[in-house]
DNA sequence: CCTCCGATGTAACTTTATAACATTCGCCCG
DNA sequence: CGGGCGAATGTTATAAAGTTACATCGGAGG
């Protein structure tokens, strides 16, 4: 199970190579990565964060790029069905995929300090949990996995 | 890993050993159990479904226990936070706990069609995540893992 | 050219959750 | 006794998150 984990990185070419991928797929799966869809990934992308729907929202509006609800959701929706955004349940915010295109069953570290997150993959109806569903006669479609805690930044700085 | 599963079972002791379970618990631990609190429970754990905050709301004015949403929302986190419910993050709605009182570490079996929620434990912190957790430097306090599916039932009335 | 479909624009609204402040009640201390 | 403290409750208002419904636009294909 490898990590993107919380050290500094680059960011540009975070973006760059993020949008990249998914303007790949999209051409491949005939898909539309148009404007409003590419600006809300950007957005995504710049944070290592969850951003809430509004606060999304809120950019695209002092950029023009549509100012209800709808949009944002609409955009969103489309990142999370094909894979290249995800929601935090915990958080009711969304944030970039860290590996757009690939399969995926993602596990999320959030902080509670200061809301990063980070994704983790790990193989999909890992053993315990298949085995409780199938004793359960249970079919699972879609596993959420959302630890919360602290990341190593916030450790240090207890209460500050 | 034992599981609850979706098996019709006798309800009514199935109340009554809840109420009676977090009671002798709050007696013991100095917590109170208070008519509204104690409502709340009765309400919960007549379903083995999630309740929205609003829906047990609804409940409580009928029967003139308190009709604005504070009054749900503590009676919740009463609950929440001593381990007597739980909270679905996926359906932003509630549920009685199964194990009452004991160690948590939760994992729920949500069927989309019916949003009937089962409990099933697994041990804390396994072997997977807990490893990428300490690769990433992050200190996990609390997991939510939800799997969303189809429960036995249906899954034989596929579209009914 | 027309029509169909997917994407967008916009208004209005619902659902979920919290903030803030007043009130009540039991209990302990003096 | 009675004053004061803390926990629980009552109530008003408002914030935050998400959806419905319907009009419009623009390209792909007959």
Redesign the interface.
């Known amino acids: ?3 993107i ?2 050290e500094p990185h680059d960011h540009s070419s975070c973006i760059h190579d993020g949008i990249a991928a998914v303007d790949t797929y999209c051409r491949s799966n005939g898909l539309q990565f148009t404007p409003v869809r590419r600006r809300v990934l950007e957005i995504l992308l710049q944070e290592h964060r969850a951003l809430g729907a509004y606060e999304i929202l809120d950019r695209l509006r002092e950029e023009g790029l549509g100012s209800q609800p709808p949009v944002a959701y609409r955009a969103l929706d489309f990142l999370v069905k094909n894979g290249f955004a995800h929601k935090i ?2 958080l009711n915010a969304f944030i970039a995929c860290t590996h757009p295109g690939e399969s995926h069953a993602p ?1 999320f ?1 959030i ?2 300090a200061c809301d990063a997150v ?1 994704e ?1 993959q ?2 999909p109806t ?1 053993g ?2 298949g ?3 199938r ?18 930044k916030c ?1 240090e700085k207890p209460a500050a």
């Not at 006669?137 to 190593?152: H, K, N, Q, S, Y």
């Open positions: 199970m490898d990590s984990g919380f349940e915990r596990v570290l902080c509670r980070a983790a790990r193989e890992q315990q949990l085995q409780a569903a004793d359960a006669g249970f079919m699972i479609e879609r596993t959420v996995i959302e630890a919360e805690g602290l990341c190593p450790q």
